[in-house]
């Protein structure tokens, strides 16, 4: 019997379920547009961010499925964006140290490096944790 990997955690999606009404549980588990969408309309007016308390469970299991675990953990890079993306630790985090210390000197890039990373850092872990199982 193969267990799936546990890439996304339930605790942490709940710890930032409280600022859901941004988005950024969404974007942690993965779903940019919407997360986007929450951002824009606080949660689509509150009302998705609390249905949202009851869908973390299965947004766990489909980020589970989705994205490949590895040496990069998931949740130290959204701890790092989330809450030192400015100064590109979450870059540095993954090995990418070039464009990390831009980041640090450039405020993350002018905030568009930062809006991309929430758009694309499940990606990007997941590619890294690809390259460093395979080489």
Do not use: C
């Not at 007016?45 to 675990?69: K, N, Q, T, V």
């Amino acid at each position: 019997m193969t267990t799936k990997p546990d890439t996304h955690s339930k605790v942490f999606g709940y710890l930032l379920w409280i600022f859901g009404f941004l988005g950024s549980h969404r974007f942690y588990y993965g779903k940019p547009v919407t997360g986007t969408i929450w951002f824009f309309t606080l949660g689509l007016f509150f009302i998705g961010w609390i249905i949202d308390l009851f869908l973390i469970p299965s947004m766990d299991r489909e980020a589970d499925l989705r994205f490949r675990e590895g040496e990069v953990s998931y949740n130290i890079g959204w701890l790092l964006l989330t809450f030192l993306g400015v100064f590109g630790i979450h870059r540095m985090y993954m090995g990418k140290w070039i464009t990390g210390i831009i980041y640090l000197f450039t405020g993350g890039f002018f905030l568009l490096g930062i809006l991309y990373d929430f758009w694309t850092l499940n990606d990007q872990i997941s590619i890294r944790n690809e390259e460093r199982r395979f080489g």
